[in-house]
Nanobody, 118 residues
Framework: VQLQACGGGLVEDGGSLRLSCAAS????????MGWYRQAPGKQRELVAT???????NYADSVKGRFTITRDNAKNTMYLQMNSLKPEDTAVYYC?????????????WGQGTQLTVSS
C-alpha cells in the first residue's frame, strides 16, 4: 500500500489549509486512517484518526480547529485545518492500518510540511 500526502505549505497565523492523503495498492481494506505530525526536536504525535465507519479521534490541541474526513470510495483522507497557529508547524504524516492479503499492516506516507507564520 502506498500513501501519497499533499497539501502542505506556508500559511499565516489564523489561516486555513487542507491536507489530503490517498492510498493505493492491491487487495487491501483500510481499517483506519490518521494524521500525525512531528515538529523539529519533538516526537511524532497523533493529530487525528478516522475509522471506516467514520468514528473520529482528535488530539486535544486541535479539537474544534481541525476536521478529519474520509472518502472510502477513493481511499482518500482529508484534514481540514482552520485557525492555524505557529505551534501547528510540523511535518504532517498520514498513516493507515489495513488488512492486505488477510494480514494486518500499517503504512506511512512521506510527510508534507506545514509552516504557520506568526
Amino acid at each position: 500500500v502506498q500513501l501519497q500526502a499533499c497539501g502542505g505549505g506556508l500559511v499565516e497565523d489564523g489561516g486555513s489549509l487542507r491536507l489530503s492523503c490517498a492510498a493505493s495498492g492491491r487487495n487491501f481494506n483500510i481499517v483506519s486512517m490518521g494524521w500525525y505530525r512531528q515538529a523539529p526536536g519533538k516526537q511524532r504525535e497523533l493529530v487525528a484518526t478516522i475509522t471506516g465507519s467514520g468514528r473520529t479521534n482528535y488530539a486535544d490541541s486541535v479539537k474544534g480547529r481541525f476536521t478529519i474526513t474520509r472518502d472510502n470510495a477513493k481511499n482518500t483522507m482529508y484534514l481540514q485545518m482552520n485557525s492555524l497557529k505557529p505551534e501547528d508547524t510540523a511535518v504532517y504524516y498520514c498513516n493507515t492500518a489495513t488488512v492486505q492479503y488477510g494480514l494486518p499492516s500499517a503504512y506511512w506516507g512521506q510527510g508534507t510540511q506545514l509552516t504557520v507564520s506568526s
